[in-house]
């Protein structure tokens, strides 16, 4: 088995990007950026602490990160699970990677910058979704913003009906979480989850 343990290794593996593909890489939010991110209900958080690398999905309405200016971003953090695993991250090494999608859209966009967790009730309120505000949010600042093109779109045909898996082809949560933990009760949990979906989502 071949491990490679050097940049000057790796690059040896891989052709040298095209010149286009360097100079697209920004340094702050333009305004194709902007209109994907007011776009996107989704965007997956990348971070890394003490306990290692973390990615986290978020989701809201279209529009639910705010562009507050061209190198700034206020991300929401909706209820959750209280692991606060991100966040914990966040507090112990700033830089973050976001990755945002839209649905019908093959290209991504990638922002990647240092966060800090704001409480401020006056910068929250903005941010607030049906009547409820979020506990805290991140404020990103950019260091660098691109489009990544939609090979991983089209190999995985993700926005395509024909390649939706039927629900009932994999375990509902409260089963996996059942077959896990000892002493969990598959139906309690399945309750217990599917009331979480309904009246703790914010």
Not at 31 to 58: C, K, N, T
Request: proline residues 6%; negative net charge; glycine residues 6%.
């Amino acid at each position: 088995m071949t491990t490679l343990e050097s940049e000057a290794e790796l690059r040896g593996c891989y052709e040298q990007p095209n010149d286009v593909v360097q100079r697209k890489i920004l340094a702050r939010l333009d305004q194709h950026a902007r209109a994907f991110i007011a776009l996107s209900p989704f965007v997956v958080l990348a971070s890394h602490g003490p306990d290692g690398a973390d990615a986290s999905p978020r989701g809201d309405a279209p529009g639910f990160v705010q562009v507050l200016d061209d190198t700034t971003l206020l991300l929401p953090d909706r209820r959750g699970n209280n692991l606060i695993d991100s966040l914990r991250n966040v507090v112990a090494a700033p830089d973050v990677g976001l990755l945002f999608l839209v649905p019908g859209i093959n290209e991504t966009l990638r922002v990647n910058g240092t966060a800090r967790i704001i409480t401020d009730t006056d910068r929250l309120t903005p941010l607030s979704a049906q009547g409820k505000l979020p506990t805290s949010a991140l404020e990103v600042s950019v260091r660098e913003v691109f489009f990544h093109c939609g090979k991983a779109m089209i190999r995985s045909k993700l926005w395509q009906a024909e390649s939706q898996v039927p629900r009932q082809a994999f375990p509902s949560l409260g089963r996996v979480i059942a077959d896990q933990i000892a002493g969990v009760d598959a139906e309690a949990a399945e309750q217990n989850i599917e009331e979480a979906y309904k009246s703790r989502l914010y």
